[in-house]
Nanobody, 113 residues
Framework: QLQASGGGLVQAGGSLRLSCAAP????????MGWYRQAPGKQRELIAG???????NYADSVKDRFTISRDNAKNTVYLQMTSLKPEDTAVYYC?????????WGQGTQVTVSS
């Protein structure tokens, strides 16, 4: 399982940085992604990054969130800025496409208005 960390409670407009360390056997060679699941909604992919650093984002987070990876540390990050109440969700990391066995418990991000 891949365990995300760094979530918390933040006011609207604030920032958080999430981290996810993975075993090298999973991390190396895989596109990595950040996903989130808001209450009552399906889990959605919000950002992805190739080993070479090419990124893509969902429209809902574009220009506010930045995904990055440190291949030496087998870690993927999600820098979140200008947070909105609608960003409240449990955030997960996984490969892209996702693999069922890699889902961890995620990290809760709560944005208060």
């Amino acid at each position: 399982q891949l365990q995300a960390s760094g979530g918390g409670l933040v006011q609207a407009g604030g920032s958080l940085r999430l981290s996810c360390a993975a075993p090298g056997s999973i991390f190396s060679g895989n596109v990595m992604g950040w996903y989130r699941q808001a209450p009552g909604k399906q889990r959605e992919l919000i950002a992805g990054i190739t080993r070479g650093g090419t990124t893509n984002y969902a429209d809902s987070v574009k220009d506010r969130f930045t995904i990055s990876r440190d291949n030496a540390k087998n870690t993927v990050y999600l820098q979140m800025t200008s947070l909105k109440p609608e960003d409240t969700a449990v955030y997960y990391c996984n490969t892209m496409p996702s693999f069922k066995g890699y889902w961890g418990q995620g990290t809760q991000v709560t944005v208060s208005s």
